[in-house]
């Protein structure tokens, strides 16, 4: 399909994590049509994580559940018109939600392509569309990129993206200043959305205690919320040595890559931050249970990756108990043993007048 798109709109309405997993779908669009316009719809919350990409001209949030019926409607409305507006000549769906049929008919593209969703089959769905690209990959990644199969380009850009200006990273800097922190510091962010995603707290004490001992500082962030933040507290109760915690549910999702960005590891369970240490290349430690490990993991080649499936069987999706701590199973042993590996041999094991 030789075209010269000029206005492309792409469409994903996921969680943060999920955003940034399309980034590699924005930059092939942006390879191999480099003086089109992309834009991207997606869930209003999760705009953060995408507000410094280059490759993106513009965003544009539709209101999620938590938002009054009043305000979804006119949200709805207000992006009917300036979607319109825009007269775009591509659309990319990776969205199942039953609405976007409906929008991509009222914006009327010559060329939409959607993924072929299974539970998607009827003939108001597949009519919506021009091209249907069936979902293939092991990873997300992978599965995300063959939305664009229709579209016959000779080169793919497989690399997830996290931008964030100089800005942010200058008022990180001063940030660990303040809380004393020297260039050689670790990032763990312990929490996650749900509880089946967590790890136990006083295991991620025991990491933190061994990188200390390693001579790391460790700084520990979180989410805003008021969980997250007793998380945080929790696990420093139970270091012998408290980590920093001056940045915990302050960061912005850029001011986050950029400290990400600047530490020797990141340490994480399945949740957004794991998948930002992969796109600006941190090495990481990510720890996952009852979830497709292959198909959610980070898209890294620096990481160790530890699945709870290892340690004792997982529960099918549908069999799921969301309210489990899968990950217990995992021993901090074992997360140790995988940041020595990362960060090299620790201090004790040196030998003398190498210390």
Same mark, same amino acid.
């Given at each position: 399909? &030789?075209?010269?798109?000029?206005?492309?709109?792409?469409?994903?309405? +996921?969680?943060?994590?999920?955003?940034?997993?399309?980034?590699?779908?924005?930059?092939?669009?942006?390879?191999?049509?480099?003086?089109?316009?992309?834009?991207?719809?997606?869930?209003?919350?999760?705009? %953060?994580?995408?507000?410094?990409?280059?490759?993106?001209?513009?965003?544009?949030?539709?209101?999620?559940?938590?938002?009054?019926?009043?305000?979804?409607?006119?949200?709805?409305?207000?992006?009917?018109?300036?979607?319109?507006?825009?007269?775009?000549?591509?659309?990319?769906?990776?969205?199942?939600?039953?609405?976007?049929?409906?929008?991509?008919?009222?914006?009327?593209?010559?060329?939409?392509?959607?993924?072929?969703?299974?539970? +998607?089959?009827?003939?108001?769905?597949?009519?919506?569309?021009?091209?249907?690209?069936?979902?293939?990959?092991?990873?997300?990644?992978?599965?995300?990129?063959?939305?664009?199969?229709?579209?016959?380009?000779?080169?793919?850009?497989?690399?997830?993206?996290?931008?964030?200006? %100089?800005?942010?990273?200058? *008022?990180?800097?001063?940030?660990?200043?303040?809380?004393?922190?020297?260039?050689?510091?670790?990032?763990?962010?312990?929490?996650? +959305?749900? !509880?089946?995603?967590?790890?136990?707290?006083?295991?991620?004490?025991?990491?933190?205690?061994?990188?200390?001992?390693?001579?790391? &500082?460790?700084?520990?962030?979180?989410?805003?919320?008021?969980?997250?933040?007793?998380?945080?507290?929790?696990?420093?109760?139970?270091?012998?040595?408290?980590?920093?915690?001056?940045?915990?549910?302050?960061?912005?999702?850029?001011?986050?890559?950029?400290?990400?960005?600047?530490?020797? !590891?990141?340490?994480?369970?399945?949740?957004?931050?794991?998948?930002?240490?992969?796109?600006?290349?941190?090495?990481?430690?990510?720890?996952?249970?009852?979830?497709?490990?292959?198909?959610? *993991?980070?898209?890294?080649?620096?990481?160790?990756?530890?699945?709870?499936?290892?340690?004792?069987?997982?529960?099918? *999706?549908?069999?799921?108990?969301?309210? &489990?701590?899968?990950?217990?199973?995992? %021993?901090?042993?074992?997360?140790?043993?995988?940041?020595?590996?990362? !960060?090299?041999?620790?201090?004790?094991?040196?030998?003398?007048?190498?210390?």
């Amino acid at each position: 399909m &030789e075209k010269p798109f000029r206005k492309i709109l792409v469409i994903k309405m +996921r969680f943060h994590g999920d955003m940034l997993l399309t980034t590699p779908v924005i930059s092939t669009l942006k390879q191999n049509y480099p003086d089109a316009e992309i834009d991207v719809l997606l869930y209003h919350e999760t705009m %953060p994580i995408l507000s410094v990409n280059p490759e993106i001209h513009a965003l544009y949030g539709i209101k999620n559940k938590k938002a009054k019926t009043t305000e979804k409607i006119a949200n709805i409305f207000h992006l009917i018109s300036t979607l319109r507006a825009n007269k775009y000549d591509l659309i990319v769906n990776m969205t199942d939600q039953w609405i976007v049929s409906l929008l991509v008919r009222l914006l009327k593209a010559p060329v939409r392509i959607s993924q072929d969703y299974s539970h +998607r089959q009827s003939p108001f769905w597949r009519n919506s569309f021009t091209h249907l690209a069936a979902l293939n990959g092991a990873n997300v990644v992978e599965s995300n990129l063959s939305v664009l199969a229709p579209l016959g380009l000779k080169s793919y850009v497989t690399h997830t993206t996290m931008s964030y200006n %100089p800005d942010s990273w200058t *008022r990180v800097r001063d940030a660990l200043n303040s809380a004393g922190v020297d260039e050689r510091y670790v990032v763990i962010q312990p929490t996650a +959305r749900q !509880l089946f995603k967590c790890w136990n707290n006083e295991k991620f004490s025991q990491v933190i205690d061994a990188l200390h001992d390693r001579g790391y &500082e460790v700084v520990v962030t979180s989410g805003p919320g008021a969980e997250d933040l007793a998380c945080v507290e929790a696990i420093v109760k139970g270091c012998k040595t408290a980590p920093v915690t001056a940045l915990a549910g302050k960061l912005t999702f850029p001011e986050l890559a950029a400290l990400i960005d600047h530490a020797e !590891l990141f340490i994480g369970v399945d949740s957004a931050p794991g998948h930002i240490a992969a796109a600006v290349d941190t090495p990481l430690v990510c720890l996952f249970g009852a979830t497709d490990h292959i198909f959610w *993991r980070p898209w890294s080649t620096n990481m160790i990756q530890f699945w709870a499936g290892d340690y004792r069987p997982m529960p099918s *999706r549908e069999h799921r108990d969301r309210n &489990e701590m899968y990950l217990s199973v995992i %021993p901090a042993e074992d997360v140790i043993a995988a940041v020595d590996t990362l !960060l090299g041999a620790p201090k004790a094991a040196s030998t003398e007048g190498n210390t």
